[in-house]
């Protein structure tokens, strides 16, 4: 194949062109925002310009927190919350136990109150299961704990859950690496601890790269349309594990007979990036924790990959993948 197709984009997606533009005009502010002079001045008001399209472009009418990323912003979320209990799914990114790793596993038996943090992600970044946040939040508000979900695999692609703190990764959606949020509903949730982002952040702001996401959001449009993802999904669906509502840009799909790690050389052979589970887990020869929470066979887990797909991501660039699996045996 002389041109290769990318479909790792779960992982991170390519910068795009507005995204680009933007940090180049970024780079221009080149004065802390923080600082008193003109200088400073000017860079401030293109952070805070940045900061109000993205919550316009995200529907957030609540406050936002720029992060190096989503790890730092769950970090944020969850060490940070005025709780004493953090809660989590059993299927969530390894950087949610990082952030928490006193966090206990959520179940039916569960009791919360209000010193409780729950953390469940919108979307899996695995399976591309859509978690379903806004009922859980809906069922748990009463007791006065909050919810706080990882929405790196949906914001820009879905529309956000009804949560308290939602975490987003500018990189998952064509913006550059290095910059990401914590939206909040309300800062009283946290304890300050001094420094930038109305002393709820350390470290000097990347505006450029507040801009590029920007940029990156209001962008939007996909080169693939609903109907060509809905095609490629029932062409695939033979082999895509079903474990839950479905998101139709990450899919988890098996192998009758290969093994995943046989299966990444094979097709990265033939021009196809994919990967096999999480970036941060891809690279080892263990079971992904997350199938085994879904209850997902040790076998089958063997013998599966993800595909994801992106902003840049062809309706020609899926027929092919879809030719190239049936072909291998």
Avoid at 240 to 269: M, V
Wanted: hydrophobic letters at 40%; one cysteine or more; proline letters at 4%.
């Amino acid at each position: 194949m002389s041109t290769r197709i990318y479909l790792d984009h779960a992982a991170t997606s390519p910068l795009r062109p507005e995204a680009r533009a933007a940090m180049e005009d970024g780079f221009a502010l080149w004065a802390n925002p923080s600082s008193p002079h003109g200088e400073g001045r000017k860079a401030k008001a293109a952070l805070e310009d940045a900061r109000d399209r993205i919550k316009a472009a995200l529907g957030w009418s609540g406050e936002l927190i720029f992060t190096s990323g989503a790890s730092e912003a769950l970090a944020i979320g969850l060490q940070q919350a005025k709780v004493d209990r953090r809660i989590v799914s059993a299927v969530e990114h390894d950087a949610v136990f990082r952030a928490a790793p006193d966090s206990e596993i959520s179940s039916d038996d569960t009791v919360f109150d209000d010193r409780t943090v729950l953390a469940v992600q919108h979307v899996n970044s695995e399976t591309g299961v859509i978690n379903p946040v806004d009922q859980l939040a809906q069922t748990i508000r009463p007791t006065g704990a909050l919810v706080l979900s990882d929405c790196s695999q949906s914001a820009g692609k879905l529309d956000l859950p009804d949560a308290d703190m939602l975490v987003i990764s500018a990189h998952k959606f064509g913006g550059p690496i290095g910059i990401g949020a914590l939206l909040v509903r309300d800062f009283n949730m946290l304890e300050p601890i001094g420094g930038h982002e109305r002393g709820y952040r350390q470290g000097t702001e990347n505006l450029p790269g507040a801009m590029g996401m920007a940029a990156a959001l209001e962008a939007g449009a996909w080169a693939t349309t609903p109907d060509d993802r809905a095609k490629f999904a029932e062409r695939m669906a033979a082999d895509t594990l079903s474990i839950g509502d479905q998101a139709d840009y990450i899919f988890a799909i098996t192998h009758p007979s290969n093994s995943a790690q046989a299966l990444l050389i094979r097709l990265d052979g033939q021009g196809f990036a994919v990967s096999a589970g999480s970036a941060c887990s891809s690279g080892t020869l263990k079971k992904s924790r997350v199938l085994d929470a879904f209850g997902v066979s040790d076998d089958v887990a063997a013998r599966t990959i993800r595909v994801s797909i992106g902003w840049n991501t062809t309706p020609e660039d899926l027929e092919r993948f879809a030719d190239a699996w049936g072909s291998l045996s």
